[in-house]
Antibody, heavy 121, light 107 residues
Framework: QLQLQESGPGLVKPSETLSLTCTVSGGSISSSSYHWGWFRQPPEKGLEWIGS???????YYSPSLKSRVTISVDTSENQFSLKLSSVTAADTAVYYC?????????????WGQGTLVTVSS | DIQMTQSPSSLSASVGDRVTITCRAGRTISSYLNWYQQKPGKAPKLLIY???SLQSGVPSRFSGSGSGTDFTLTISGLQPEDFATYYCQQTYSTPFTFGPGTKVDIK
């Protein structure tokens, strides 16, 4: 059974960089059939796609966050990561990682449990 | 960006009711439409992909329909575990966008 687990600091200071890692177990992150993505959900609000990466390292970012986001993959550790720079209180959210099947219609079928990141001094 | 809207934003229903949620895309997205269920404090769960395909393990009381710009999620015979928030998502083009959600609670 595939599992995804987010990890990283739960508290980040304003203007600093938020860094999260998603560890994939029960399957290989190198599979060409699947890509990987990051989402976030501010408290009591809806879901937002941050960006995605495929097994060859090609990335796709939300235009609203593109200037501050970097997503990378570490196949040796079966992990992928999110970095969001120059954070503000507006970046406080639960952050989720997820897998998506890209062989036809794109859909996100496996999700991590989510991790709350609070931006505060 | 493709804007997604949902209606209603919330609804109250009873166990056994048939519930229909509507999602509309700002422009045509073919059948690149997914439905997710989210319960408080939990990650979204994929219910329906490609507008009408039931994800493995999801009860058959959930169904989806539509193409182009207008889509529906139907729950035939609401169960206690179905009280949650439902989101549609388009994956026709990036940025992948979600509807604002429909909260289904107990009447």
């Amino acid at each position: 059974q595939l599992q995804l687990q987010e990890s990283g600091p739960g508290l980040v200071k304003p203007s600093e960089t938020l860094s999260l890692t998603c560890t994939v177990s029960g399957g290989s992150i190198s599979s060409s059939s699947y890509h990987w993505g990051w989402f976030r959900q501010p408290p009591e609000k809806g879901l937002e796609w941050i960006g995605s990466i495929n097994n060859s390292g090609s990335t796709y970012y939300s235009p609203s966050l593109k200037s501050r986001v970097t997503i990378s993959v570490d196949t040796s550790e079966n992990q992928f990561s999110l970095k969001l720079s120059s954070v503000t209180a507006a970046d406080t959210a639960v952050y989720y990682c997820a897998r998506y099947d890209s062989r036809g219609y794109t859909y996100f079928d496996y999700w991590g449990q989510g991790t709350l990141v609070t931006v505060s001094s | 960006d493709i804007q997604m809207t949902q209606s209603p934003s919330s609804l109250s229903a009873s166990v056994g009711d048939r519930v229909t949620i509507t999602c509309r895309a700002g422009r045509t997205i073919s059948s690149y439409l997914n439905w997710y269920q989210q319960k408080p404090g939990k990650a979204p769960k994929l219910l329906i992909y490609a507008a009408s395909s039931l994800q493995s393990g999801v009860p058959s009381r959930f169904s989806g329909s539509g193409s182009g710009t207008d889509f529906t999620l139907t729950i035939s015979g609401l169960q206690p575990e179905d009280f949650a928030t439902y989101y549609c998502q388009q994956t026709y083009s990036t940025p992948f966008t979600f509807g604002p959600g429909t909260k289904v609670d107990i009447k």
